[in-house]
């Protein structure tokens, strides 16, 4: 592969490597000591020399590293397992998918902090620093199909350019279902310049009256969105190729106003629309298990580099562990979504060690056993399940931390001095 290119024989080459590293995003214990442990005992059942547990190599190993290697993998498993969807987990044998933003943090290192800046209402010292990483994810197998990181402040690190940045991933015919902060003249002029349809709710600062344009009932109609000036991020040049304005449908649904621009009745009833947007709460669920199951939301890495291969392999990991919950839904004919990821990850890590050490002849009988039982792991249904966003556990009454841990520590020796 182009992306690891000439190696010298290492005791970590970049497959190694790369291998240890999705173990240790897949772990929950994501600890260097851990990966190099794993390494030690794979070349003594080997019959090989044994490495040090020195974790200085691996580390070393990590960063060097392409960042393209799990950057390349992850979209390619992502487009192999949108390809491979069978049609009716789709929307009318359409493919669908979901986009938004998710933030995560990282280590207080200057490097971190000039590349992700911390949060501004925070006190220099006080904060970490935050990444914000928008995801195009399939709402078919819950791929991770294409996905682009920036910081929380700035120009051009919203989340609608971050979607400018990956849009590429899109094709003609798909449908895009996304947030209301995505419903712009430029976002839908982006989206139906590629054919691709929409589905979002309307910018509550948009003022809606369906006494307006061609009516189709009392709460739809296609209304006429005129150009609006040209916005400070785009070439004067494309701004006027550009339509001179875009016909939109917008519907009105238990109080809801939804903006798309399939304008027919006949390609998708209001109650339809209604239903299809209510798919996008899927990739709620997909940040909440990246961050919440996986452990992503802290990250651990003290450069900017790896903080990127740290995202990166999380994502690799994910589109792995959705490509073998792909594999199983295919055995007993379930969409993927019905089946636990958690489950799923929990098989994986039990198997992995012994498959990664049996033989050839073995391999495939453990692959089909592991398969089996990821396809037993069914969600159960639960229409209507409604959970309070509140903790009940209580934290400990510790202080908070007012100033910067280098101070604080002086403080404390200052009083056994």
């Not at 995003?25 to 070349?43: G, I, P, Y």
């Not at 002849?361 to 399940?385: F, N």
């Not at 934290?395 to 200052?414: D, F, G, N, W, Y």
């Amino acid at each position: 592969m182009e992306e690891v290119g000439h190696h010298r024989h290492r005791i970590y080459p970049p497959m190694v490597t790369l291998r240890l590293f999705i173990d240790q995003t897949l772990s929950s214990d994501q600890a260097c000591q851990k990966a190099v442990s794993q390494a030690l005992v794979a070349r003594a059942a080997a019959g090989q020399t044994q490495c040090s547990l020195n974790t200085g190599p691996y580390c070393k190993a990590r960063k060097r590293l392409a960042l393209g290697l799990p950057q390349r993998l992850c979209t390619l498993l992502g487009e192999q397992l949108e390809r491979s969807a069978a049609p009716l987990w789709g929307w009318r044998g359409r493919s669908v998918k979901l986009f938004d933003a998710t933030t995560v943090s990282m280590p207080d290192t200057l490097e971190n902090q000039g590349s992700w800046p911390q949060s501004s209402r925070q006190k220099p010292g006080l904060g970490f620093p935050q990444a914000r990483i928008g995801a195009l994810i399939s709402l078919s197998s819950g791929a991770v199909i294409n996905y682009a990181e920036g910081p929380m402040s700035g120009k051009s690190s919203g989340e609608q350019a971050l979607l400018r940045q990956i849009s590429g991933s899109l094709s003609e015919k798909d449908l895009l279902l996304a947030d209301a902060l995505h419903s712009t003249w430029w976002a839908v002029q982006m989206l139906a310049q590629r054919g691709v349809d929409l589905v979002m709710p309307n910018d509550g600062r948009r003022q809606v009256d369906f006494k307006q344009g061609r009516i189709h009932s009392k709460f739809d109609h296609v209304v006429w969105w005129p150009k609006p000036k040209c916005a400070a991020w785009i070439d004067q040049a494309q701004y006027e190729q550009m339509p001179a304005g875009l016909w939109v449908r917008e519907v009105s649904v238990n109080g809801k106003i939804i903006v798309t621009t399939m304008l027919e009745p006949k390609q998708a009833s209001p109650q339809e629309l209604a239903a299809l947007y209510a798919m996008r709460w899927n990739i709620e669920v997909d940040f909440r298990t990246l961050k919440v199951a996986m452990d992503m939301d802290v990250l651990r890495c003290k450069s900017p580099d790896m903080v990127r291969k740290e995202i990166a392999m999380f994502l690799l990991t994910y589109n792995l562990v959705r490509w073998s919950m792909m594999r199983a839904a295919q055995l007993v004919k379930v969409a993927p979504r019905d089946l636990s990821f958690t489950g799923a990850r929990r098989l994986l890590l039990a198997f992995a060690s012994r498959m990664s050490a049996c033989f050839v002849d073995k391999l495939s009988e453990l692959t089909a056993t592991l398969l089996r039982k990821i396809s037993e792991c069914v969600l159960p249904k639960r229409p209507g399940r409604i959970e309070p966003r509140a903790k009940k556990r209580r934290p400990k009454p510790l202080p908070l931390l007012t100033l910067p841990r280098v101070l604080a520590r002086e403080q404390i020796r200052a009083q056994f001095a």
